[in-house]
């Protein structure tokens, strides 16, 4: 599914194609990237229904230094219903935009970043809240629904397998669900 253009208004057709394509494809854990939590919360019915669900936040000082954007109300909320909330470095930028900042120049994880923003901004952040997810062992080597999007919001989803970080490359994005199409 292409959608006209990206955006939040994508979101309920998002994660009904995600929740779908889990079932199709007999795969039991979705990786949600939700900043505020307003994405994570579609997935209500299917974590209370056993469906796994990680949600993966931005890391702590994203927006400002100590601060954390996903409200401790809403945390709760959300394991309340079944979700495992991470919140971790961000595999894809963390430490290496802060040294590619101060030096004025640019590093491998970061091409690897604007790589796949070829493929739009979601495809790049589905990939890396799965490594974040396998990393903290959230969730197990293997195939997933990853849904993301581009700014608030969902509006790609992928089956994939993700790496750790330290083996980043041997991610694989096995099916296309769904993204918007580029300007």
Known sequence: MYFEKPGKDCTAQTVELA??????????????????????????EAAQNGMKVVV?????????????????????ELEDCGMQVVTTSH?????????????KGIYPVE??????????????VCVEC??????????????VVCVAGTGGGADTAWVLRPAHAQDILGTKLDKLICKPLLP
């Open 111 to 124: 091409i690897m970043a604007y790589t796949l923003r070829m493929f739009g901004q979601g495809t790049k």
């Open 56 to 76: 993966v936040t931005h890391a702590n000082g994203y927006k400002e230094p100590g601060s954390q954007e996903l409200s401790p109300e809403v945390r709760k």
């Open 130 to 143: 799965a490594v974040m997810a396998l990393d903290c062992g959230a969730i197990q080597p293997g195939p």
């Open 19 to 44: 929740l779908k394509a889990a079932k199709e494809e007999n795969i039991s854990t979705i990786v949600v990237a939700s900043g505020s939590g307003y994405t994570a919360r579609f997935f209500k």
């Open 91 to 103: 595999v894809l930028s963390g430490a290496e935009r802060g040294l590619s900042t101060r030096m």
